[in-house]
């Protein structure tokens, strides 16, 4: 029970429960508009998405943790990896393992040659450009920015394309759709400019530039409200 708890702790999988919201969402718009494609082979499908949604979410957690061990020895003791609960070992193993098994799941899916590619694609800008070097892009506010909102909205794009994919419908950027995109990024920069109010202390003291280092916890809190 102790070993679940630790690695439940460090997945953090209920971090995903926004993009997880989104999925429904967008999935019961289009099937409620094409309740003629659904099918027992497609609702079965949807665990999988799932999981590959929870695997991209547990492999960037696991690689900002491993990258950031002093950082949050300071700001989030209590982490598996900071606390020493865990080894650097077994965090790139679970790491590497769910990084695996959702792009196997994107394949085995055949849900569109998008959907495997910007899987990838939202591992190495959420996750390696983000968090380590040389790129450690979380270093710069506006860079970290930049990558967390492409994180949040290529993580939308993955499933829009994939159940496209799987109703067998064409891809195209209907005006309900570009309204999404335009709603879900209002919130992706709220999340990203006032996710770093809670570790203002490591992150100057790392010399890590964030929003509310640089101008301050009040206004930042202000400017997401």
Not at 35 to 63: A, R, Y
Not at 111 to 120: A, I, K, T
Not at 163 to 180: D, E, I, R, T, V
Request: aromatic share 14%; with cysteine; proline share 5%.
């Amino acid at each position: 029970m102790k070993s679940g708890n630790t690695i439940w702790r460090f997945a953090r999988p209920y971090a995903a429960k926004g993009v997880l919201f989104n999925y429904a969402a967008l999935f019961a718009k289009e099937l409620v508009g094409n309740l003629n494609l659904c099918s027992w082979s497609l609702i079965l499908k949807i665990p999988s998405f799932v999981l590959v949604i929870l695997c991209v979410t547990i492999c960037v957690n696991g690689i900002n943790q491993i990258y950031d061990l002093d950082i949050d020895r300071l700001n989030k003791p209590d982490l598996p990896l900071a606390s020493g609960e865990m080894s650097i070992e077994m965090a790139w193993v679970l790491t590497i393992f769910c990084a695996i098994s959702g792009l196997i799941l994107t394949i085995t899916m055949n849900s569109g040659p998008f959907f495997p590619f910007l899987y990838c694609g939202s591992i190495f800008v959420g996750g390696f450009l983000y968090s380590a070097p040389p790129f450690r892009f979380k270093n710069n506010h506006f860079t970290a920015l930049l990558c967390n909102y492409v994180m949040f909205v290529s993580t939308t794009l993955q499933i829009y394309c994939a159940y496209k994919a799987g109703l067998g419908l064409p891809l195209n950027w209907s005006p309900a759709f570009c309204l999404l995109v335009w709603f879900l990024s209002l919130i992706a920069v709220t999340i990203c400019i006032g996710k770093d109010l809670s570790d203002i202390e490591g992150d100057r003291k790392f010399g890590v530039t964030t929003f509310p280092t640089e101008y301050g916890a009040k206004p930042i809190a202000l400017i997401c409200h």
